[in-house]
């Protein structure tokens, strides 16, 4: 070949050491992200085998020493030899990169999907790795370092138990955290049970003493889940519809209920995997919704003849739904590979959906009505939504004139050297327009809280005054009107309290930019002002604490005195504006945190902030206990 390179070069380039010398080729990253995505990788190769139906319970253990065991009831991973690379088929699996798919076509499958990059892949990157069947009345074991066999398959005894298991230690040369996170992996194991109907999976911590378990198992399936994710909702009627069936090969679920709230939480998933960016079978669920809904009204006179329909938005207002679906050949597409392509998606879903919704809505012309009025209520609303949406986008398409009167603009006008500070309270706001650097600085104080986005529907939420008055500093728009090259500051930087108060109010904003604005926060615009806790003096000179552990370091370094003096921040009120600037607002200085999503989170992020912001006090009360660990700086 002209470039030099024989067969036999490309062979030792495909092979795993090629996975450890580029990672990022095979899987997205190396961060905990990455370090997470090893287990799912090996979890869904037992999800397989459940969908094939063999398999009924998937265990995941984290043990001390930080490797993670995988253990499944299923079938057991062949152990015979195979013709093609003379080796038994299970080292295949664990050696030869996309290995699979000769003893396994013609099913569903998730795993292999997107990120399937096979468990050779975990094996490539793992200090150590064992894997244990038990295939035909064996027990079976075989040993791998770094993706190379140390210990051959070995038989080791009778055994009436059937299943693999498998303990992987990821390689901490490789990955830059290595450290398991219970509840990330938490929760998308759970959405994995909730998505595989009758699979039981457990989670146990073997790192905690006692060992802390939790188990996941659904006999309802996604219906379950639209349950869970309405658990803070007050739901407009008790019933989750459900409906599944299959066509053109393609495995349909859609299950929905409807809650007394104003957004839409629809998701779609195909072979398990969130497509974010929807496609195909969501469009046919959508349709199928639309026009099926339309006709109930109709028919029964919901909607005079004349009279316009309801939009597919109207229908969708406080709805709650999820469509599943198993194909054997998906196609993705989009920015992020996440939207599915395939156009007999779509008709099966909308085709399933119709003739089933048709004839629930026969049988329970009751939950029919109450959709049908929530929905005629919302297109009134819509149109007064609209009307404040457009007004807004006007306004804050104007020059400066129009600019809310309490902020404090900066000078230069290039929005790239811009920030705008939102802060809370009036003398917080004065002391800040007093410090701040007032050619790149903009000032923008809030009075009091600001109003809750998941309480009230878009006209009420654009009267808002100070809503309106970050809409039309930001210039950006909102919603379908909005447009990121308006953007007039390159960081909006959120200032608050230090304490619940403050921590509320920068929740409540951050909701608001999450419904209205996401892409500010998904484009990396939106960062947390973090103000010190403690001023410690000393012989006049002065230090800023930004947490505990900071206090007692420097308490350590400047030695414990009488004539120390120790000052806990109550708030930005009780500094100067020359404290202010020093430890909160000087770039070089402050300590900012920028706000980030994950995309592969928005589901849990909806349902965070739908608990947080909920009108169900026990969901919240749950949450913020089990989470209390994870929140510092909380002044309780
Ligand atoms: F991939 C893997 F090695 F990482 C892995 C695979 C890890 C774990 C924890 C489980 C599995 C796995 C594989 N569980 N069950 C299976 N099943 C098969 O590999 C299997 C067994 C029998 C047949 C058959 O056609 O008889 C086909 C398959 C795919």
Redesign the pocket.
């Known amino acids: 070949m002209s470039n030099g390179y024989s067969a036999n070069q490309i062979q030792v380039l495909e092979g795993l050491e090629a996975v450890r010398k580029r990672p990022g080729m095979y899987i997205d990253s190396t961060s905990s992200r990455g370090l997470h995505h090893l287990v799912y ?3 869904d ?2 999800v ?2 459940a969908l ?1 139906g ?2 009924t319970e ?1 265990r995941v253990i984290l043990n001390k020493d930080n490797s993670v065991t ?3 009831n ?5 152990v015979g030899i195979q013709e093609k690379l003379h080796k038994p ?2 080292e295949v ?2 050696t030869v990169l996309h290995a ?1 798919g000769k ?2 076509s013609g099913v569903y499958k998730v ?1 292999g999907g997107l990120h399937g990059v ?2 050779s892949v ?1 094996n490539a990157l793992s200090k150590r790795l064992e ?1 244990r069947v038990c ?1 035909d009345g064996y027990e079976y074991s075989e040993h791998f370092a770094y993706g190379n066999v140390t210990e051959p398959l070995k038989k080791l005894g009778p055994t009436d138990k059937r ?4 303990t992987f230690l990821p390689d901490d040369t490789i990955f830059e955290e290595t450290v398991f996170d219970f509840n990330y992996l938490k929760v998308r194991l759970r959405e994995i049970a909730f998505l595989t109907k009758g699979l039981k999976i457990t989670l146990e911590d073997d790192r905690e003493d006692p060992v802390y378990k939790e188990s996941f198992h659904y006999e309802g399936g996604i219906s379950e889940y639209v349950r869970f994710l309405n658990r803070s909702k007050t739901t407009l009627y008790d019933d989750v519809i459900y409906f599944e069936g299959m066509k053109n090969d393609v495995l349909v679920e859609a299950a929905f209920q409807h809650n007394d709230g104003y957004t839409e939480n629809v998701y779609s998933f195909v072979n398990n995997i969130n497509t974010v960016e929807g496609g195909t079978h969501l469009a046919g669920l959508k349709s199928a919704l639309t026009k099926t809904f339309n006709d109930f009204a109709r028919k029964n006179k919901f909607i005079k003849d004349n009279e316009e329909p309801l939009s597919g938005e109207d229908i969708r207002e406080g709805l709650t739904a999820i469509v599943s679906i198993k194909i054997k050949e998906p196609q993705f597409g989009g920015q992020t590979k996440r939207k599915l392509g395939n156009s007999e998606a779509r008709v099966a879903v909308d085709s399933i959906v119709s003739e089933k919704l048709g004839i629930y809505l026969e049988q329970n012309p009751a939950i029919g009505r109450i959709i049908v009025e929530k929905s005629l209520v919302a297109k009134r609303a819509r149109s007064a939504a609209r009307k404040a949406r457009e007004l807004a986008h006007r306004k804050s398409a104007l020059d400066s004139m129009s600019l809310p009167g309490k902020l404090a603009d900066c000078s230069d006008k290039n929005p790239e050297n811009c920030e705008i500070y939102i802060v809370e309270g009036d003398s917080a706001g004065g002391s800040a327009k007093t410090a701040r650097s007032r050619a790149t600085q903009a000032i923008l104080p809030l009075r009091g809280k600001i109003l809750n986005v998941e309480k009230a529907r878009d006209d009420k939420i654009l009267e808002n005054a100070e809503i309106q008055a970050m809409i039309t500093a930001f210039g950006t728009g909102v919603r379908d009107e909005f447009d990121i090259s308006k953007l007039r500051y390159n960081k909006i930087i959120i200032m608050t309290d230090a304490d619940v108060d403050g921590a509320h109010i920068s929740t409540l904003l951050l909701t608001f930019f999450y419904r209205f604005m996401p892409d500010l926060i998904r484009e990396g615009h939106v960062y947390l002002a973090k103000p010190p806790l403690y001023k410690i003096e000393k012989n006049k000179k002065v230090w800023y604490a930004y947490s505990d552990d900071e206090l007692n370091s420097i308490i350590t370094e400047i030695g414990r005195d009488q004539n120390n003096k120790i000052q806990r921040y109550k708030g930005l009120g009780e500094m100067d504006a020359e404290q202010l600037w020093e430890t909160t607002m000087d770039p070089e200085k402050r300590i900012l945190l920028r706000v980030t999503m994950d995309e592969d989170d928005k589901l849990d992020i909806d349902n965070t902030f739908s608990i947080l912001m909920g009108d169900k006090v026990e969901p919240r009360r749950e949450f913020i206990e089990k989470n209390a660990k994870y929140v510092q700086n909380l002044d309780i």
Do not use: K, L, Q
Request: glycine share 14%.
């Open positions: 990788e090996i979890v190769n037992s397989d085998e094939a063999y398999c998937i995988v253990i499944d299923g079938r057991g991973i062949p088929a299970v699996v664990f699979g003893f396994d795993s096979g468990a975990v894997v295939v299943g693999t298991m498998v």
